[in-house]
T-cell receptor, first 113, second 114 residues
Framework: AQSVTQPDIHITVSEGASLELRCNYS??????LFWYVQSPGQGLQLLLK??????LVQGIKGFEAEFKRSQSSFNLRKPSVHWSDAAEYFC???????????FGKGTRLHILP | DAEITQSPRHKITETGRQVTLACHQT?????MFWYRQDLGHGLRLIHY???????NKGEVSDGYSVSRSNTEDLPLTLESAASSQTSVYFC?????????????FGPGTRLTVT
């Protein structure tokens, strides 16, 4: 069955430091992959998505993610975090052509001043 | 600008009551989805619809129902609210074309069942 694993429930980094959030998926075919961000009390906003082609994907707010088929991973990175990046981040995999998505359980990012 | 809205934003109800949460989108999207978000579980799919008069059960559909009478709206009904249904509910929509699954989310409804 399709699944998404985000191994880190919480991550704390200092402002200005680099960030990597991990995501592993299980899916038989080439997946559609997404990262969403949720600020407190808000809905989810799409950061970036991978469908095909270049395995390094650029998103909004300075985020990028790299699709590695051999590792079934789609890790999210940012070279220098800002206090406003504190939020919950969800990795997700699209599991069929009709836009259904399975979400990971999320990683909450805390930023130290 | 196109958007997706949910109402009410907060709701407190009693066990056993019927509750309906509204979702309205102006994207003209074919696909609409309802999720619940609980600590430690992420987002779980309740029901979804691929078009008018189409509805499908998701992962956690027991105790919930939806109906789709037009493109814009997918109301979620809790037939007899239970304390286990205390949660934050999100509605989402997608175009169903070559978008590859990108979903647009509403702001959420926080439901408390006492």
């Amino acid at each position: 069955a399709q699944s998404v694993t985000q191994p880190d429930i919480h991550i704390t980094v200092s402002e200005g430091a680099s960030l990597e959030l991990r995501c592993n998926y299980s899916y038989g075919a080439t997946p559609y992959l997404f990262w969403y961000v949720q600020s407190p009390g808000q809905g989810l906003q799409l950061l970036l998505k991978y469908f095909s082609g270049d395995t390094l994907v650029q998103g909004i707010k300075g985020f990028e993610a790299e699709f590695k088929r051999s590792q079934s991973s789609f890790n999210l990175r940012k070279p220098s975090v800002h206090w406003s990046d504190a939020a919950e981040y969800f990795c997700a995999v699209g599991i069929d052509r009709d836009d259904k998505i399975i979400f990971g359980k999320g990683t909450r990012l805390h930023i130290l001043p | 600008d196109a958007e997706i809205t949910q109402s009410p934003r907060h709701k407190i109800t009693e066990t056993g009551r019927q509750v309906t949460l509204a979702c309205h989108q102006t994207w003209n999207h074919n696909n609409m989805f309802w999720y619940r978000q609980d600590l430690g579980h992420g987002l779980r799919l309740i029901h979804y619809s691929y078009g008018v008069h189409d509805t499908n059960k998701g992962e956690v559909s027991d105790g919930y129902s939806v109906s789709r009478s037009n493109t814009e709206d997918l109301p979620l009904t809790l037939e007899s609210a239970a304390s286990s249904q205390t949660s934050v509910y999100f509605c989402a929509s997608s175009s169903g074309s070559a978008s590859g699954g990108e979903q647009y989310f509403g702001p959420g409804t926080r439901l408390t069942v006492t």
